[in-house]
Each structure stands twice: as structure tokens, then as C-alpha cells.
């Protein structure tokens, strides 16, 4: 079981990013996914989570009406699209997938917004 995430880098602000996650091993559809971030000296923190089915999603107060979390169950994949980037959205951005007793984390992907 493996995710891994793609996407991030440096961004001005006011930018956007798209940020991708590719799920191996797993029966995609049934996991629920989510974006975590965790910025220097802070706890990681819940951004975005999608379920198995798409059918329900949430987000953070700090990004709701910027970010946009979606999947495609066909590729795998689950997307978090980051717009009007502040630089406190600044950190390292991770992958987590939970299906049935099984919960996986991704790598993580830096996301630097700085002029």
C-alpha cells in the first residue's frame, strides 16, 4: 500500500498550485482520502477530506472557498487544487488514506508561498 504525492513548490501569493496523490496497492474506491499540512513548528493539521465515494467533503475553515478536493477512482488519484495561496498556507502538504482497518500515509510535498 503506497500513496505518493506530487505537485507542490514555490508560489507567489495569490497563485495556485494543484496537488496530486496516486494511491498503489489499495482498492482505491474504498478509501476515504485527505490533504493534511504541517508548517514549521506546528501540528499537522486536517485541510481537506474526501470520501470513498465523493459523495462528502470537508474542509478547513482557513481554506474553504480556496481549496478544492476531488478523485478520480479510475486513476487513482485524489487532487487538491490550492487557489488564492497565502503565505500562510506555507508547509509541507500530505497524503493520508484510510479504508477498512488499513491507514496510509504519503511522503509529503512542500508547498513555499512567498514573493
Known amino acids: 500500500v503506497q500513496v505518493v504525492e506530487s505537485g507542490g513548490g514555490l508560489v507567489q501569493p495569490g497563485g495556485s498550485l494543484r496537488l496530486s496523490c496516486a494511491a498503489s496497492?489499495?482498492?482505491?474506491?474504498?478509501?476515504?482520502m485527505s490533504w493534511y499540512r504541517q508548517a514549521p513548528g506546528k501540528e499537522r493539521e486536517l485541510v481537506a477530506r474526501i470520501s470513498s465515494g465523493g459523495g462528502t467533503i470537508n474542509y478547513a475553515a482557513s481554506v474553504k472557498g480556496r481549496f478544492a478536493i476531488s478523485r478520480d477512482n479510475a486513476k487513482n488519484t485524489v487532487y487538491l487544487q490550492m487557489n488564492s495561496l497565502k503565505p500562510e498556507d506555507t508547509a509541507v502538504y500530505y497524503c493520508?488514506?484510510?479504508?477498512?482497518?488499513?491507514?496510509?500515509w504519503g511522503q509529503g510535498t512542500q508547498v513555499t508561498v512567498s514573493s
Open positions: 493520508y488514506a484510510v479504508g477498512g482497518s488499513r491507514a496510509v
Open positions: 496497492g489499495v482498492t482505491f474506491s474504498s478509501y476515504a
